[in-house]
């Protein structure tokens, strides 16, 4: 893409604005990559939250056996 193909966003450092397709394009590099790795976090955190949730499950299902017993 060629820098005349962008216009400055108003008011906004790293904000451009593709002439050709009106499409907003951040140019800030630091930001994205702080942006993936807080998403990432974030997905490793709802999978661990979801195997919590999954092994306490369990262990309730098994404590109903056991104070059940045989039958």
Do not use: C, F, H, W
Not at 3 to 22: A, F, H, I, P, W
Not at 34 to 45: A, C, H, P, R
Not at 56 to 63: G, N, T
Request: hydrophobic residues 25%.
């Amino acid at each position: 893409m060629e820098q005349e193909d962008l216009t400055r966003v108003e008011g906004e450092q790293n904000l451009y604005r593709d002439n050709k397709t009106n499409a907003i394009i951040n140019t800030d590099n630091a930001s994205y990559i702080q942006y993936m790795k807080m998403k990432k976090k974030s997905q490793t955190e709802r999978e661990e939250l979801d195997t919590l949730k999954k092994d306490i499950a369990e262990i309730k299902s098994l404590l109903k056996e056991i104070t059940n017993g045989p039958r």
